[in-house]
């Protein structure tokens, strides 16, 4: 049994102000533990690395984009943070189908050598084409709780002077990734991704796959629509600025408390 594994779940969104506008999606996200990568691509018929296949990955279209490996990557950023590593590295994100897939979150799990998780990496893409991460260290816990501050544009109806709550139950039987939103008077926006797991196999490839239309009509379709939704209810656009000169932001106590 492999350590990567399928999740059919549902994504949410419901903005609070200043005009509510919610949205409920059932997607499917592949936990990928990044040694494992081959082995799948060589076992399973219907998904491929690198590959046109009804399912597939590429590690080219995360981290900075390089033919590097995505875990020296991440272990780079890990031990420049001076966090510690040497464990499993595994991300949960939506693949490619039949060649089609974008990510607005991918959230890659960290762990030490001893196997306890020691950060949560969250890779951010706006539909610009730009990619921020937030590297924050994270106490093996069932439950794990974090927060930062907004650094990066993503959608052009939120204003960037906003904060993230994190809620984090890690991969197991379920997973559950909350993300809230928050301006200077409270929350402005709740997002979440709840999903049980399912073992990596042909079948289940194929009946997720038949399952949920929203992945092969394409998520970027449905972000621009429920975009010209909430820009009809009188939402204003705001304006985009340059994206930050670094790639990851390291997320400390520190940091939290400047």
Known sequence: MFASGLYPGVVTHARLKPRKHALRYR?????LDLDELEVLDR???????????LVSFDPTAHGDGSDMPLKTQVETQLAAAGIARGGPVRMLAMPRILGLGFNPITV??????DGALSAILYEVNNTFGERHSY????????LVKQACEKGFYVSPFMDMDLSYAFRIRPPGDQVQVLVDVDDA???VLATGFVAAR?????????????????MTVGV???????ALRIWLKGEKVRQRPA????????????????
Do not use: Y
């Open 108 to 113: 890659f799990f960290c762990h030490r050598a």
């Open 43 to 53: 076992t399973l018929k219907l998904f491929s690395l690198k590959r046109f296949n």
């Open 220 to 226: 970027v379709a449905a972000i621009h629509w429920e």
């Open 27 to 31: 997607i499917f996200m592949l936990l």
């Open 243 to 258: 994206k930050p000169g670094w790639s990851v932001t390291v997320v400390t106590p520190a940091s939290l408390a400047a």
């Open 135 to 142: 590297l924050i260290p994270a106490d093996d816990a069932p």
């Open 198 to 214: 399912q073992n990596l196999t042909d079948g289940a490839l194929f009946r997720a796959w038949l399952s949920h239309p929203l």
């Open 185 to 187: 008077e409270g929350r």
